[in-house]
Every structure is written in structure tokens, then in C-alpha cells.
């Protein structure tokens, strides 16, 4: 066990629809990352708050938001739903006050949009 | 722009037998992580080693050893004594130089598929 938890585990839902991934990072923590991991495009970078701020994005499509709140948990809104959006949903955190860094994963939340 | 290969698609090894799981990155940055994480297929994803450009000596963490050729640019995971539990994909990853204020996202290889044989 991670530490870090996500919710759902899974999550069926239809096209055009939205939903809202939810992720509680590590005790301590103040970094989270998300990730998309699909079949065509692998594991991808999509977002990373830092003590509720925004601090970098990768591949984060425009119909995709996220943010951090005050207790650091986070969210991750998916909207417009396509098919193309099936895929696990990881979120990960980190310490970020030096080291190594690594970051550490919840069990993922796979969306299956039909 | 940084890069990770992983050119073995699927490995097999025999029970209690070693493997090295091979992985190339590319990067123009002197400072950066490498890390090795194991998904099984239950999903998640968990974090097995760490390397850093910097470090003098290969990373081990119990039957996980990195091989580290900085001059070849390669951090290969060697696993010991493979176990049956140890059948999964195994995916190498890079982290961004760790400047301070900087994001520190990882980008990951394609993965290798490993199966343990009894």
C-alpha cells in the first residue's frame, strides 16, 4: 500500500459526459501528479500541483482541469467525454524537499467510456 | 527533449534464475533521476529503485540492482533470484532535473513485460 488513495477504482460512463477522479496523496506530501496510462500512448504526464498551485502540465488535454485543495488532495475534472479517454488514471505524490524524489502511485482509477 | 526505450517488449526467466531488463534514455540535462517501477496486473504501480546521475555507485534495493553506464546513457534493472511475484511489466522512468521551484514530472519508457517460469 502506496499511501496514496484514489477514488473510484472504476468508472463507466458515457460520451459527452463529465467526471471527477478524486486523489488523496501521501501523509506529509505536498506534490501530486496525474498520469494517463493507455493502451496506444502508454504512461503520460498530464498535471502536477505543488501546495495547491499549479506547477507544471504535459499532455493535458483542454477538456481536462485539475486542482489541489487547502487539505492537498486533489482532483481531476474530465469533461466532453470521448471514447479515446478510456484509460487508468494514476495519481502519484511526492515530498519534493529534496532527495530523490520518487514519487509514489494510488491504485489508479480506469474510466471506460462508451 | 528526454527520452526513455525500452527495447524488450516481453522477457521469460526461469524461477530463481537473474534478468536484466534493459533501458536507454536520452537527455541533454547533466542533472536527472532514473527510477524502475513494477506494475503488476492487479494495476498499480509501485516504485522499486532509484537512481541519480550523480551517484558513484549502482543503486540496490534487495534482488533490485540498477546498472548504471552513464557514457553509454543505458540503466538497466537487474533482478535477482526471480520469483514467480515478480511476473509483471516493469516500466523505467526519468525525472526532470531537480532544479529547485521546477516541476519534476517523470517520463516513462514503453515498458517490458516480464513472466517468471516455475
Known amino acids: 500500500d502506496s499511501g496514496v488513495t484514489q477514488t473510484p477504482k472504476h468508472l463507466i460512463t458515457a460520451t459527452g459526459q463529465r467526471v471527477t477522479l478524486r486523489c488523496s496523496p501521501r501523509?506529509?506530501?505536498?506534490?501530486v501528479y496525474w498520469y494517463q496510462q493507455s493502451l496506444d500512448q502508454g504512461l503520460q504526464f498530464l498535471i502536477q500541483y505543488y501546495n495547491g498551485e499549479e506547477r507544471a502540465k504535459g499532455n493535458i488535454l483542454e477538456r481536462f482541469s485539475a486542482q489541489q485543495f487547502p487539505d492537498l488532495h486533489s482532483e481531476l475534472n474530465l469533461s466532453s467525454l470521448e471514447l479515446g479517454d478510456s484509460a487508468l488514471y494514476f495519481c502519484?505524490?511526492?515530498?519534493?524537499?529534496?532527495?530523490?524524489?520518487?514519487?509514489?502511485f494510488g491504485p489508479g482509477t480506469r474510466l471506460t467510456v462508451t | 527533449a528526454q527520452k526513455i526505450t525500452q527495447t524488450q517488449p516481453g522477457m521469460f526467466v526461469q524461477e530463481k534464475e537473474a534478468v536484466t531488463l534493459d533501458c536507454t534514455y536520452d537527455t541533454s540535462d547533466p542533472s536527472y533521476g532514473l527510477f524502475w517501477y513494477k506494475q503488476p496486473s492487479s494495476g498499480e504501480m509501485i516504485f522499486l529503485i532509484y537512481q541519480g546521475s550523480y551517484d558513484q555507485q549502482n543503486a540496490t534495493e534487495g534482488r533490485y540492482s540498477l546498472n548504471f553506464q552513464k557514457a553509454r546513457k543505458s540503466a538497466n534493472l537487474v533482478i535477482s533470484a526471480s520469483q514467480l511475484g515478480d511476473s509483471a511489466m516493469y516500466f523505467c522512468?526519468?525525472?526532470?532535473?531537480?532544479?529547485?521551484?521546477?516541476?519534476?514530472?517523470?517520463?516513462f519508457g514503453s515498458g517490458t513485460q516480464l513472466t517468471v517460469l516455475p
Open positions: 522512468a526519468m525525472r526532470s532535473p531537480s532544479q529547485r521551484g521546477s516541476a519534476r514530472q517523470l517520463t
Open positions: 502519484a505524490s511526492s515530498v519534493e524537499a529534496g532527495g530523490p524524489g520518487e514519487q509514489y
Open positions: 501523509s506529509g506530501d505536498l506534490s
